[in-house]
C-alpha cells in the first residue's frame, strides 16, 4: 500500500494519549471467490494508549481490538470467521497489536490474532494535530496464512487493514 508521507508534518505534544473508541475504525478489505469479489468488513477497537515520547523512536502504542466484532455484512461469514475454525473468539476474544518501535511514519510492532504472534509494520498516511487531540490514519498489509488463518472460502492470503485513531492527550 502506498502511504502518502507527505501528510506527516507534526508530532502531537508529549505524553499520554487515550484512543477515543467512539471516533476511531478499523475496516480491512479483501477478496473471495477466486480473487474476484471484494469483501469488505470492520472491528470495533475496545482499548489503547499511545505515548508519545521525545525522541519519537522511544513512543510507544498499545491497541486492542473486539475479535467478536468482526463485522462483514454477511452473517454466515461473520460466523465462520468467529468459530473456532478461525478466530475462535470464544477462547480469543482480543487481538493486539503492541508497538517494538516507532518512527516518524510507520510503527512496527507485533500483532497477535488467536494465539499466534506476528511482527507487523503500520504505515502512517496522514495525521492530524490539534490542541490536545490528534488523529491518524493508517495502513497495514496481513497474510493472514502467518495467522494460522488458512482454508477455503476464506480468501485471498492479503488482507489490507485500514485505521483511523484518534487519539486525547490524558
Avoid: K
Wanted: contains cysteine; glycine residues 8%; proline residues 3%.
Amino acid at each position: 500500500m502506498d502511504a502518502r508521507w507527505d501528510h506527516v508534518t507534526t508530532t502531537p505534544q508529549l505524553g499520554r494519549y487515550e484512543i477515543d473508541t467512539g471516533n476511531s475504525w478499523v475496516t480491512f478489505m479483501t477478496r473471495r471467490v477466486l480473487g474476484l469479489v471484494p469483501a469488505r468488513g470492520s472491528l470495533t477497537i475496545r482499548t489503547g494508549t499511545i505515548d508519545i515520547a521525545e525522541p519519537l523512536t522511544d513512543s510507544s502504542l498499545t491497541v486492542e481490538f473486539d475479535s467478536a466484532s468482526l463485522r462483514t455484512g454477511s452473517a454466515r461469514w461473520d460466523r465462520a470467521m468467529r468459530s473456532a475454525r478461525y478466530l475462535d473468539t470464544d477462547r480469543h476474544p482480543v487481538m493486539t497489536f503492541v508497538s517494538r518501535r516507532v518512527e516518524r511514519r510507520a510503527v512496527h510492532g507485533v500483532f497477535t490474532v488467536g494465539g499466534v504472534t506476528r511482527p507487523v509494520r503500520v504505515l502512517i498516511e496522514d495525521t492530524d494535530v490539534t490542541a490536545g487531540v490528534f488523529t491518524a490514519h493508517a495502513s497495514a498489509r496481513l497474510d493472514r496464512t502467518e495467522f494460522g488463518l488458512s482454508g477455503r472460502g476464506i480468501g485471498t492470503r492479503q488482507l489490507d487493514v485500514l485505521l483511523q485513531l484518534t487519539c486525547v492527550h490524558l
